[in-house]
Structure formats: structure tokens, C-alpha cells
């Protein structure tokens, strides 16, 4: 689903902070009820049901022969839980990571509790039973958390147990945080808008993985007090930068005043830095970072897969492609592929290819049809809806974007990769404004975020925005994610022309 750029919505959202994360007790009781039920389910399987062998009437055990083991691994799975933290894990705690716990504490409870019994002999040892009873809680343990994560996603997408935030500061620092906290809508954070003492002009906007988001200026600093209770806010991020020591005290103490709590990002963030880890050195902090740019393994991580999607993409491809060579041909005289020269990583220029949408001789008509009064369009990256040089089979072409097509040439040829800002022609990078030249610090791509998110919809600038987002987070389960959501993106042609 393609999102086009928004105006944060001035929409009131329910406030309430007791639904961010379960009572212990509860959270407590469902693990022990987990427990229970994965031993009972494993006596089922192993005594009823006979599955792993079968039991001799001399060897058929009640479940209640089994309730010692039941609560002693209660006990130690309880305390493995409270020592590695996991009931007061930090909200932004994602499943994954909360299952990659919770299965670590089981293995370890079940492996304690497996040499007990085996030294101590104090109870009846069934290694089968056992062995169910681990699969059964690692499953149920994890299912009951995944169910509470979705609920809790699912509350706060109709903007309830959320939390409004007001970020003080809109500098290089606050806007990573505003980008993560509202392209991550599951934390439970509803970005309220921020407060600064610079004005940002209407052109400026915050780029995340689903949009490029212009949030809502309440101001300048003197207006928290008035700002705090107005809107409700239940909790200040602070991104001031770290010379703005007297606004830095006079914020604390007005969220001291007014009983809201607050957090201070430190101006790290003003390094474009994405992963830090503290370590000391006699007693002194020191910080390393966790470089996450396209170099040394990552590149070659990601040139690894890149080969890979593209060779299996030409593979499964190869039968279409013949035949939509075919109708080019019968459609319009001239190549089935279209070669032009495009600007690369770095500034060098490679050349593209295409499937070939226009007629023979198009590209000296570009400048004539780019000075029509009637085009309003972006005039750095030229694209015209209704485009007269358009062939029937190139305009099919294009709302499908099977046109790009060829472009996997490129990608084994190490020209372009799967995921990566579009390639631009010369004269369009010729007008780049000196920010916008980093784009070519990438390697190209044939999709990208702004491909899901608008396409030709959005004006280039909100498209560099886009771009330089994914090259501070690139992963490549973002590659992998930006794939998968270019397919429905290509189904629905919204914004392709």
C-alpha cells in the first residue's frame, strides 16, 4: 500500500499507561499455568496416547507423580525469568527478542532440572515426558507473549494504550527520534508534534520506513508549561543540543512542575550514529560504535544476496520476458531494450537497461515536453502521467513496472542492487543540492522505499529523505522487508507512470 507524505493528525488519543504491559501477577500466573499444562499435555501424549514407545502397566505413572517436577521447575524457570529481567523488559522490547529470552530461560530451566533429578533421584524420571514438557512450554510461553504483543499492537492502532509525547528540540537528534517513534507505532508512542526555538520551513519533513511525515510545530521552548498541559502530554523526550545548557535545566524543571516525566537523548544522535556500547576503562565511560554502513561484510553480505534474488528472478522470469519481447517488437519499430547511461555509485556512470516503453527517438523530445506550461511536475526528476511518447505495451509496461525488469542485468553486473535509491540520468544529478548528493554514496537499486511508499507520487526531495533513511538503517531484513512490500506496490500500479 503506497502511504504519501502526511500531516501528523490532531486527532486526541486515550490515555492510559496501565495498559502498556500486563500486572505481574497476571504475567506471573499465565507462565506457571504454561507450565502446568505443558507437563499435563506431555503425560497425555506419553501415557495415553503411547506416542514414543509403549508403556508397561508396571511403568503407567499418574500426573500427579510428576506435580515435584512441575513445581520445581516452576521455581527455577521464575527466578532464570527475574535474573535475566524478562518481566520488566523495556517497551520497545520486540517479540523476537522477548521468544529469544524466554526460549534461552526454558533450555536452561529444563537442563537445571534434568541434572536434579538425575543426581538427586528423588523423583520419577521420564525422559520423554520431559522432553514434551520442554517443546510444550517453549511453545506455550512463547504463543502467550505473541498473542499479548499482537493485542497490544492491535490496541494501539486504534490509539489506545498510547502514550503522547512532546519531543523539545528539532535538530539532527530530535528528528531520529521522531522518525523512530512514528515509524514504529507499535511502541505506544503518539508523537504529539515539538518545540523549538528554530523555524522549519515548509518544505522540511522526517523520513521513516512507511512515509515522510511532517510533524506538528507547537512553538518555541517558552511554551511547554502551557504546551504540558494542554495536550495532555504524558511524557517529554529531550533533544536539545548539548550547548543549550540554560534551556536544557529550564525544560527539566518544568517537567519537574508539572509531574511529567522525561527522557534526555544524548546529542550522539548528531553524529548520524545508529548502535553504541559503553564500556569502561578504570572507572572511566567510554562509547564504541556499531558502524551498520555498506562496507567490509555488510557489502559483502548484501552483493551476496543481491546475486542470488537476481539470478533466481532472470531464471523464473526467462518465459515472460520472451514473450513480452515479443509484443514490444509487434507493437512499435526499434530495440526491445532500452540503453541509456545512468549515474551510479560514487558518481560513475554505468548503463542501464530496460525494457524499451517509448518510441524510437523520445529522449530528444524530453526537454521540449519538461518546458510544457502545462507540466507541474518535479523538474529535477522528470515523469509525466500522460506522456505522448509512451508506446501501448510501454504504458502496460510501466503500471506493471515490469519494464525494470532488465535492470537484474544490471544487478549481476554489480552496476545496481535489488534494494537502492533509483538511478538518475546525468543532467538530473547535475541539479542535485549538495545534501542530496549522498544518495550516491549507494549502490542503486531497482526498488526502494520511496517505490512502496508513493512512488512518482512524491516530490524528489521527500524521495531523498526517503533514501538517506534507509542508508542510516540499512539491514538486510530491511532489504528483505522492502522486497516483500514492492509486490503488492507493483499489483495495485498506484503511482507508476
Not at 506416542?51 to 511403568?59: A, C, L, M, R, W
Not at 533421584?121 to 505473541?146: G, K, P, Q
Not at 515479443?326 to 525494457?355: A, Q
Amino acid at each position: 500500500m503506497a502511504v504519501q507524505v502526511v500531516q501528523q493528525a490532531q486527532v486526541e488519543s486515550v490515555r492510559s499507561r496501565g495498559g502498556q504491559r500486563l500486572p505481574l501477577p497476571v504475567r506471573v500466573g499465565a507462565d506457571l499455568a504454561a507450565i502446568a499444562i505443558s507437563f499435563w499435555l506431555a503425560h497425555f501424549l506419553r501415557y495415553q496416547e503411547r506416542i514414543g514407545g509403549p508403556v508397561g502397566s508396571d511403568d503407567l505413572r499418574p500426573f500427579s507423580s510428576f506435580l515435584p517436577i512441575v513445581v520445581l521447575l516452576a521455581s527455577i524457570l521464575l527466578t532464570i525469568f527475574a535474573w535475566r529481567g524478562i518481566y520488566r523488559l523495556p517497551r520497545w522490547t520486540g517479540f523476537l527478542d522477548e521468544a529469544r529470552l524466554v526460549i534461552g530461560s526454558v533450555i536452561i530451566s529444563f537442563s537445571s532440572l534434568s541434572v536434579i533429578v538425575f543426581y538427586g533421584r528423588h523423583f520419577f524420571f521420564s525422559r520423554l515426558v520431559l522432553l514434551y514438557a520442554l517443546i510444550f512450554s517453549m511453545l506455550l510461553l512463547t504463543s502467550t507473549r505473541l498473542a499479548w504483543h499482537n493485542f497490544r499492537a492491535w490496541m494501539r492502532a486504534r490509539r489506545r494504550w498510547v502514550d503522547r509525547v512532546l519531543v523539545v528540540g528539532a535538530g539532527p537528534a530530535g528528528e531520529r527520534v521522531m522518525s523512530a517513534l512514528i515509524g514504529q507505532p507499535e511502541l505506544g508512542y503518539d508523537v504529539i508534534g515539538f518545540v523549538d526555538d528554530l523555524t522549519r520551513g515548509a518544505s522540511w519533513a522526517i523520513a521513516t520506513q512507511h512515509a515522510v511525515v511532517r510533524p506538528r510545530a507547537l512553538g518555541e521552548l517558552d511554551r511547554l508549561p502551557a504546551l504540558l498541559e494542554e495536550h495532555a502530554i504524558d511524557e517529554v523526550i529531550v533533544a536539545l543540543h548539548p550547548t543549550a545548557h540554560e534551556q536544557l535545566h529550564e525544560v527539566i524543571e518544568h517537567c519537574r512542575a508539572a509531574r511529567v516525566p522525561f527522557m534526555l537523548l544524548p546529542d550522539l544522535c548528531e553524529l548520524g550514529l545508529d548502535r553504541f556500547q559503553v564500556h569502561q576503562l578504570d572507572g572511566l565511560p567510554l562509547l564504541s560504535v556499531a558502524d551498520r554502513s555498506l562496507h567490509g561484510g555488510n557489502r559483502v553480505l548484501k552483493r551476496g544476496f543481491d546475486i542470488a534474488f537476481a539470478a533466481t528472478m532472470l531464471l523464473l522470469g526467462a518465459l515472460p520476458l520472451t514473450v513480452i519481447a515479443l509484443f514490444i517488437r509487434l507493437d512499435s519499430p526499434g530495440p526491445i531494450l532500452y540503453r541509456h547511461r545512468r549515474v551510479g555509485r560514487n558518481g560513475m556512470p554505468f548503463t542501464c537497461y530496460k525494457f524499451r516503453t517509448m518510441r524510437v527517438g523520445a529522449d530528444q523530445e524530453r526537454e521540449q515536453l519538461a518546458l510544457d506550461p502545462q507540466y507541474t511536475g518535479d523538474r529535477i526528476m522528470f515523469k509525466r502521467k500522460d506522456d505522448p511518447r509512451c508506446t501501448r505495451v510501454g504504458r502496460w509496461l510501466r503500471r506493471t513496472s515490469l519494464d525494470e525488469f532488465p535492470n537484474f542485468l544490471n544487478v549481476l553486473r554489480g552496476e545496481m542492487s535489488v534494494v537502492g535509491p533509483r538511478p538518475h540520468l546525468p543532467d538530473e544529478v547535475a541539479q542535485y543540492e549538495p545534501w542530496q548528493r549522498r544518495r550516491l554514496d549507494m549502490t542503486p537499486g531497482i526498488t526502494c522505499l520511496w517505490q512502496v511508499n508513493g512512488r512518482s507520487h512524491l516530490t524528489f526531495t521527500e524521495q531523498t529523505h526517503l533514501d538517506l533513511y534507509y542508508a542510516e538503517h540499512w539491514s538486510l531484513w530491511l532489504d528483505i522487508t522492502i522486497i516483500l512490500r514492492t509486490i503488492p506496490a507493483v499489483l495495485t500500479g498506484r503511482g507508476a507512470y
